[in-house]
Each structure stands twice: as structure tokens, then as C-alpha cells.
């Protein structure tokens, strides 16, 4: 009996650890704003951050530390000047999507992104949209 009672519980622990994720979500509204994000998950990363502001600065990076399976990310900015990076290291699938609005005086006006994917066995896929007014 307690043979199965260790069994059941070392199965517990494998399964539980196959399923940690992390997910972030990361909302700023102010005049500077910068966000910095790192998960480095056995299974999946999601990350969402969406910025209001005059400068923003945002950086994800997945899997950089320890390689996620999976790895998602999403970037908006809406300001004068947007700065996004964006790096992911998976066994599986990549996605990135990075939308940057920039308003304002024309000479200020500034949209910079940046996407860095590795994948071992599966898809790297990257949506990068900016727009200037």
C-alpha cells in the first residue's frame, strides 16, 4: 500500500510539473512607461502588455533561461515613441505580434521593434505593425 501511495504521489508531482505555465499580463498608462518580462516555463509562456503613453519601452523574453515549449507574445503601444523586443527560445512553437502607434510632432515620432525566435522542433512566427501619424 504505500508502495502505490509514493507511486501516486511521484505521478502527481510529474504531472504537476508538466503542466507549469507561466502568463503575465502587464496594462500601463502614464507618460514614461516600461515594462521587462521573463518567464522561463516547462510548458507555455503567454505574455500581454499593452502601453499608453509618450515613450514606452517593453522587453519579453521566453524561454531565454531554460527553453519553454511553447512561447507567446503580444505587444501594443500606443505613444510618440515605442521601443519593443521580443526574444523566444522553444522545443515548440513561437509567436510573436508587436502593433506600435506612434502620434504626435512628425520629428518625434519614432516606432522601433525588434523579434529574436529560436525553435528546435517547431514554428516561429512573427506579426510586426507599426504605424506613424
Given amino acids: 500500500m504505500r508502495k502505490l501511495f509514493f507511486a501516486s504521489v511521484a505521478l502527481f508531482a510529474l504531472s504537476s ?20 518580462v521573463t518567464q522561463n516555463g516547462l510548458t507555455n509562456d503567454s505574455s500581454s502588455t499593452s502601453q499608453l ?6 522587453s519579453t523574453m521566453q524561454g531565454t533561461g531554460a527553453a519553454s ?4 507574445s503580444t505587444v501594443n503601444q ?7 523586443t521580443t526574444g523566444q527560445v ?14 504626435g510632432p512628425p520629428a518625434l515620432q519614432n516606432n522601433a521593434a525588434g523579434v529574436g525566435q529560436l525553435s528546435v522542433f517547431g514554428v ?5 505593425s507599426q504605424t506613424a501619424h
Fill in 17 to 36: 510539473a508538466a503542466q507549469a505555465a507561466n502568463t503575465s499580463t502587464t496594462v500601463q498608462v502614464g507618460v514614461v512607461n516600461g515594462s521587462s
Fill in 69 to 72: 515549449l511553447n512561447n507567446g
Fill in 53 to 58: 503613453g509618450i515613450v514606452n519601452t517593453a
Fill in 124 to 128: 516561429n512566427g512573427s506579426t510586426v
Fill in 78 to 84: 500606443v505613444g510618440v515613441q515605442n521601443s519593443a
Fill in 90 to 103: 522553444a522545443f515548440g512553437n513561437n509567436t510573436s505580434a508587436i502593433t506600435q502607434n506612434s502620434f
